[in-house]
């Protein structure tokens, strides 16, 4: 067990429809990170968080936002949904400081648009 | 721009057999590497880190040596078991904006492990 706790884990819904990834990240972690899991794309970095912050962005699409909440956990939401979005969508946590390079990853929440 | 670049996969061994999986980069600086591990329908999992040339990661059974003079970060493991039987990830960290770090994957190897 990670400690990073991810919800739901499976969700399913139709084209054109909005979704809400949930993390909840390890107790302490200040960093969040949001990765895309796919067949043809491989894991992809779509984006950071640091304490409420954004600190990176990868590929990540217009139709996608994410933030940072007080308690730190974070939401990743997902509009306009195409079949393409199809996919495993994890979470990471990183440690304590601006300075780590570890990252400790949820189970993910495995999306399907229909 | 920072990359990882493995070995494709599946790579397909008997129990018992040697593992290697190559795994190469490219990166400006001096990233810090990452094996990780992925079993079926879980996420992932850090399974070695070596954080500056030379070093070598190790856990499990498996290993790596972060190679600067070469780029690479290969995983080996002398003799693998059927619970082995996984997706591993190679990857690097890398500064970015100087401010924070961000983890860079290669696509994956799938390892099966036959009984």
């Known amino acids: 067990d990670s400690g990073v706790t991810q919800t739901p884990k499976h969700l399913i819904t139709a084209t054109g429809q909005r979704v809400t990834l949930r993390c909840s990240p390890r107790?302490?972690?200040?960093?969040v990170y949001w990765y895309q899991q796919s067949l043809d794309q491989g894991l992809q970095f779509l984006i950071q968080y640091y304490n409420g912050e954004e600190r990176a962005k990868g590929n990540i699409l217009e139709r996608f936002s994410a933030q940072q909440f007080p308690d730190l956990h974070s939401e990743l939401n997902l509009s306009s949904l195409e079949l393409g979005d199809s996919a495993l969508y994890f979470c990471a946590s990183g440690s304590r400081g601006l300075e780590s390079t570890e990252a400790f990853f949820g189970q993910g929440t495995r999306l399907t648009v229909v | 721009g920072n990359s990882v670049t493995q070995m494709e996969g599946p790579v397909t061994l008997s129990e018992e057999a040697f593992l290697t999986i190559n795994c190469t980069y490219t990166?400006?600086?001096?990233?810090?590497l990452f094996w990780y591990v992925q079993y079926p329908g879980e996420g992932l999992q850090l399974l070695l880190k070596?954080?500056?040339?030379?070093d070598k990661g190790s856990n499990k059974g498996f290993e790596a040596t972060y190679r600067k003079e070469t780029t690479s970060f290969h995983l080996e493991k002398g003799s693998v078991q059927v619970s082995d039987s996984a997706v591993y990830f190679c990857?690097?960290?890398?500064?970015?904006?100087?401010?924070?770090?961000?983890?860079?994957f290669g696509t994956g190897t799938l390892l099966a492990v036959q009984p």
């Open positions: 107790s302490g972690d200040l960093s």
């Open positions: 990166a400006t600086g001096y990233p810090s």
């Open positions: 070596a954080t500056k040339a030379d």
């Open positions: 990857a690097l960290s890398s500064l970015y904006g100087g401010a924070t770090n961000k983890l860079i």
